[in-house]
């Protein structure tokens, strides 16, 4: 073989800054340009799903969180979604509203980060202060809501932890009123940057076809042109009470998906004030005592309370025997829980469909063909955690 076509593998990881967790990519260059790209998953497999089956299904919930840990509260919803229609039960109004806007509060934050280490990753490290500048500020609406800022486990089966505090939905409100301008921050420093055009314009374009059969999901495949969306197409929570649009690339390049995000965490705002607007009075959770958890402060007054609380942290709700599939719209894409109930007080079996470990299998065939250098924006783009790869 001539020195001019040899072929070179190289290591890419098992850890990088574009990655969050452990990715290594094995890829074969001819040149500077990739000849075949192959993702080495597993690095950061942690056994949640089999964890799961020796834990109360209250127990599991903080597993969730772990999943895909920049999303926390997307992965609780889409478990106790899950559990409540193995329950047979539906959480009151004002628990549906406030699920609402935690959730989209998450997508956001998602979206924000991906924002600032993606554009970090292309050489622009002015947007990640912007962008860390608004997460900021849900973590601390986060913290104020549920105690948590990274991982917030706010909601329960049957509702939500605890209702919010005074004052917490005006603060909410004045971070969606003042959203959307400091976001014009962010599209001046991108959207019309020569530089970051010809990163990403042009870079990594999937097909409509090429995002069926690989089955992908949220704006990796809304970036394609494909209006799919699990709020819109098959709604939960009550998300076809709002009023929002499904953003849509028209290219499939990298540059379409950028905007795809940009205008998802505009409509989440929106969402978010809608529901504000709307936010019922009432309970915040079904009044089983074999379900939920009493209210903190009984535990502490009343020997019911404590005995009610003592009783669900030692055996459990006990779901009937069936099996139940939910899914949800995750920031990155279609979350699905599938469990199997024995009857008892331990799942007997939980499958996560996660998005990232779907959205990953398309690197390869993204890749091929392109720079090196264009890997990095491709890792990026499709905004994969590892958490939620490997489990």
Request: hydrophobic fraction near 40%; charge should be negative.
């Amino acid at each position: 073989m001539s020195e001019l076509t040899e072929r070179l593998i190289l290591n890419v990881g098992p850890q990088h800054p574009s990655t969050h967790g452990v990715l290594r990519v094995v890829v074969e260059l001819e040149g500077e340009v990739i000849v075949r790209c192959t993702p080495d998953i597993g690095y950061l497999h942690r056994g949640i799903e089999k964890l799961m089956e020796s834990k109360t299904y209250h127990q599991c919930l903080p597993l969730t969180d772990r999943i895909d840990y920049l999303a926390g509260s997307a992965n609780n919803l889409g478990f106790v979604l899950a559990v409540e229609k193995l329950l047979g039960i539906e959480v009151p109004p004002r628990a549906r509203y406030l699920r609402v806007i935690v959730a989209e509060m998450t997508r956001i934050s998602s979206h924000l980060f991906w924002l600032a280490t993606h554009a970090h990753d292309l050489g622009a490290m002015t947007p990640l202060f912007y962008a860390f500048r608004e997460r900021e500020q849900l973590m601390d609406l986060f913290e104020a809501v549920a105690g948590g800022r990274l991982f917030p486990c706010y909601f329960r089966i049957g509702g939500v932890a605890r209702d919010v505090p005074d004052g917490w939905t005006d603060g909410v409100r004045e971070f969606c009123r003042t959203f959307p301008e400091k976001m014009k921050d962010y599209e001046t420093l991108l959207t019309k940057n020569p530089i970051w055009i010809k990163r990403t314009k042009g870079v990594g374009v999937l097909t409509v076809d090429e995002v069926l059969d690989y089955g992908l999901s949220g704006p990796v495949a809304r970036g394609s042109g494909i209006p799919w969306d699990v709020r819109r197409a098959d709604p939960y929570c009550g998300y076809d009470e709002f009023d929002f649009i499904i953003p849509v690339g028209e290219n499939g390049d990298t540059y379409d998906r950028y905007l795809v995000r940009l205008e998802e965490m505009r409509q989440s705002a929106r969402i978010i004030l809608q529901a504000l607007d709307r936010l019922p009075s009432g309970d915040i959770a079904v009044k089983d005592p074999t379900i939920t958890y009493p209210p903190k402060a009984d535990v502490y007054t009343k020997i019911e309370s404590l005995i009610q609380h003592f009783l669900l942290v030692e055996e459990g709700i006990r779901p009937p025997e069936g099996e139940v599939f939910h899914h949800t719209e995750a920031p990155k894409g279609e979350l699905g829980f599938y469990i199997v109930s024995d009857g008892s007080s331990h799942p007997f079996r939980v499958k996560v469909r996660t998005p990232s470990f779907v959205n990953l299998q398309v690197l390869s065939k993204m890749a091929e063909g392109r720079l090196l250098a264009d890997l990095i924006a491709l890792i990026g783009t499709i905004d994969i955690v590892l958490a939620d790869v490997d489990r």
